[in-house]
Every structure is written in C-alpha cells, then in structure tokens.
C-alpha cells in the first residue's frame, strides 16, 4: 500500500540515502535543481542522525550499502515512522518488490531512470493539500 503524505506548506523535504557519493550527490542536485529541500547521508547512521532531528517528507534509499542494507533501514525507518520511504535498485523482479513492499517501501526505482520518473514518484508522495489527488481511471 502507497502511502501519501499531505503536506502544509513549504519545500518538500527529502532525506536522500546512498553510500555512493557520485550517486547521492547527481540525485540531491537534480531534486534542488526542483525545488526540493534535500539532504544526504551516506550510510545508516547518518540518515537515522538526521530522521531523529528533522522531519522530513519522503526518504530515498539505496538498497546496498555497507553495514546495514536498504531493506534493514527501510525497516527502521517505518518501524519508528518517520517517512514514507523509496527504495532504489539496481535490479528489480517480482521477488524483490514483494519484499521490499511487505517491508514498508512506498515506492521502488530502478537506479538510472530519469530524474522525471523520480519526480513523478515524490510528487505522488508528497502532495500538499490544494493538490488535487491524482485520478484513477
């Protein structure tokens, strides 16, 4: 199930997860370059560093990281509900979505799709009250 957030005003912030630098940083870019608010972190610790002390709208994640993997954070994350989370990845099939919805994901990316799909996902998620919902046909 998708969750949707309504935001009330303001900059939807965003909390993005990657241990590759090269990654996080083309995504932070292309979401300000949006008007997104962003952060990064580069690992576990620091993305629950920063969920402790700032709320924030949407978390996106990668799934292969050091030291605690996407699905454990991804866990964390809605355990405590902090955000509503995307998953990034590489590889996506019927399993692995499975998985990573049963464990809280309200979306999954596959990485290198355009920053228009990303978009599109976020603004799905994060819409603020005098946005109309998106129809369903």
């Known amino acids: 199930m998708v969750e949707v957030r309504e935001r009330q005003f303001g900059a939807i912030r965003i909390l993005v997860v990657d241990d590759d630098l090269y990654g996080r940083q083309t995504m932070m870019e292309g979401l300000q370059s949006r008007g997104y608010e962003v952060r990064g972190a580069e690992d576990r ?29 991804l866990r964390e994350i809605c355990r405590n509900d902090y955000a509503p ?23 999954v990316l596959v990485k290198g799709e355009p920053v228009v799909e990303l978009v599109r996902l976020v603004n799905a998620l994060c819409r603020t009250p005098e946005e109309p919902s998106p129809q369903r046909g």
């Open 45 to 73: 610790l620091q993305a629950l560093h920063h969920l402790q002390r700032k709320q924030f709208d949407l978390v996106i994640t990668d799934i292969q990281m050091p030291r605690m993997d996407g699905v454990a954070l």
């Open 85 to 107: 989370v995307i998953v990034q990845t590489t590889l996506v099939d019927g399993y692995l979505q499975e998985v990573l919805h049963r464990a809280g994901a309200s979306g």
